[in-house]
Structure formats: structure tokens, C-alpha cells
């Protein structure tokens, strides 16, 4: 096998240090799905697991926690789902990035540290973000329904390592990006099916009509279940982008009730209280502001595109990530590196199942 800068072969990789608990390391696939864990694996490590329960429930670990966007918001048949984060350390997914950017420069110290940061964070989502989506699409799913997309925010790039696996995986699954400014697409653009542009004012609209006891009460009077409000003006700015987001690639495709859309949701932020709305009307026409399809916004990635995105990406992020995105395919890369790291990890440590 010939050398190159981005690989993990097992020669390379640098022991673990020893965790302060003196505890083993978890395996990726172990953050997956924390039940398959080793007896001595460390408990605070292996929470950083999108199945960890919130604090005060009988289990550590369970099903993957969802909300669902029901078709009285969003206006669309589709089902679409948010896989819920606020049960990680810290109450945020990040903690899954944060754990791979460490775990990579714990052992991979060979490897140029420009690579470093966005490879770690992806890492992680495509070996344990990816596999609960799939667990959670086929929790109570029927003959006929699919996975169809996954739709993240821009500001959370590393996301884009679960839709990379995904699009390995699902047939036919898409991956969109949608934003409200101008951010940057995540680093492998071959991975993006589409982008979606959603207007600033658009999102000042749902803040205001979801900030609002007239807007609460017109959702409730269109049959938005009384607890799902909370729920809804609670939405970080990433999860709004998302979830509008989300509704606009599932009208722009015409995705119907067998078919899934997932987002990401992070840690809630505290309800604001906004001006009240003078009435239902106005109202109502912040509820078409907010929830209305944007005209254009949707826009599907040719392979030109994408070609042409690939190459700007490749010669502006960093050399080595470049050098090794124009040589490989990074869906391959991130595979070879999640079995790495895995096999490391159980080869490094001697504890129980």
C-alpha cells in the first residue's frame, strides 16, 4: 500500500492515552448504539451518543429521540422529523464533533493539523449520526416508506459526514444544504444533491409568529398540537434553517406521507417573547411569510456543478485536504478512517463485552 498523507494505517496511529476514569475508550460504533457497548468502557464517553435519555428517565440509553413536523405546519405530506440532541453532554450534538476532532488528534498526530478540524467532526457523523437516521426511519415504518432526505444547515458542515454515509447507503436519499445567507458549502461538494435559500425575512417571520401569543394561538387554531408549540419557539437558528429548509425541498420534490425528511436538531434555546400580533390576520399572513415555500430557493446540484464547486473547495480549504479530496473520493477516505479508528481503539484496549 503506498504512503500517503491521509491515511490511517494501523502502524501510524499513536496509542490512546489513558482516560483520568482509567476506563476504555468507546468505539465509534459503540456511540452508535451504546447498548452493544464493552463492560469498562467509559460511561461519560459513551453518552455522547445521540440514543442517551435525558436526565431523570429509568434508562441511560434508548431509542433514538425524534420530533415530528406534522403536515398542519409544515403544509407539506412528507414526514418530516427532527432526530433530537439535547439529551448529549452539554445538551448539544456538538459534543459529538468536539469528541472526534479529539479523538483524531489524539491518535492520527502524523497526519498534517490542517486536517485536523473539519475531518474529525465528519468523521463522527458519518460513523454515528449516520446509522441512528437509519434506526430512526425504521422505527414504525411502513411497507412503501423511505428514507428521501436529509437536510442540514450550512452553519454545521460536519453534518454533511451523515449524508455522505447516507447517500452510500439509502437508495436514491438525498442531501440538500439550505442557509440564509451566503456561508460557504460544506467541504465535499459531490455530496450535496441540492442548496436551498431561504430569505432573512423569512426567518424573522417565524421568529415573530412562533414569539407571539397571536401567532401561538393561530398555529393551535390550524391544529398544531398545544405542546408542540414549546417545541417550536424553543428552534435554534440552525434548526429553523433546517426545518424551513426542509419543507421547501419536500414541496419543490412533492415527497408524499411514505416519504422521510431529517434534520438535526441541537440544544433549545429559551422561548423570546416578541411583540404580540394585533390580530389573527396579521397573523396569518406572518404564518405565509414563514411557512410559505420560498420561489427559487430550491436548487438542484448538476454534476457540473458540483464538479465546479469540488475543484474552488479543493484548492481553498487546505493543501493536504485538497491533495487527498482530488485524489480519493471522501466518502471512501471517511470510511477507511471510521474502520480505522475503530479497529485501533479495540486493539489498543482489553475489556469485558
Known sequence: MPETTTGLRPEQLAPLPDLPSGCAWPTLAEQADPRTARIGVD????????????PGTPE??????????????????????????????ARTPAAGSEYGARLLHDIASHLPPALLPPLGP?????????????????????????????VI????????????RLRQEVPLCRVAVASHTNEPLP??????????????????????LLGSPGGRDLLHRRGVAPDMLPVLASLHRADQIALLGA?????ELELTRHEFVFILLGVPQPEADR??????????????AALSPTARAFRELRHSEQRALHSGLTGTLNPELGQAMRRRQFADLL??????????????TQVSK
Do not use: K
Not at 434508548?62 to 453532554?89: H, K, M, S
Not at 467541504?187 to 415573530?208: K, N, Q, V
Open 122 to 150: 465528519t468523521l463522527w457523523h458519518y460513523a454515528v449520526t449516520a446509522p441512528t437516521l437509519r434506526a430512526a426511519a425504521s422505527h414504525g415504518r411502513a411497507p412503501g416508506d423511505r428514507l428521501a432526505a436529509l
Open 247 to 251: 419543507i421547501d425541498l419536500a414541496a
Open 275 to 288: 411583540p404580540d400580533v394585533p390580530d389573527l390576520r396579521i397573523a396569518g399572513l406572518l404564518a405565509e
Open 153 to 164: 444547515p450550512s452553519t454545521h458542515p460536519a453534518y454533511l459526514g451523515a449524508g455522505i
Open 60 to 89: 441511560t440509553f434508548g431509542p433514538p429521540r425524534t420530533v415530528e413536523f406534522l403536515p398542519d405546519l409544515t403544509g407539506v405530506p412528507a414526514r418530516i422529523i427532527g432526530l433530537c440532541g439535547d439529551a448529549f453532554p
Open 187 to 208: 467541504h465535499d461538494s459531490f455530496s450535496i444533491d441540492a442548496t436551498i435559500h431561504l430569505r432573512p425575512e423569512r426567518l424573522r417571520a417565524w421568529g415573530r
Open 335 to 348: 470510511e477507511e478512517w471510521a474502520e480505522a479508528v475503530d479497529a485501533h481503539i479495540l486493539g489498543s
Open 43 to 54: 460511561p461519560d464517553l459513551l453518552r455522547i451518543s445521540w440514543q442517551t435519555r435525558p
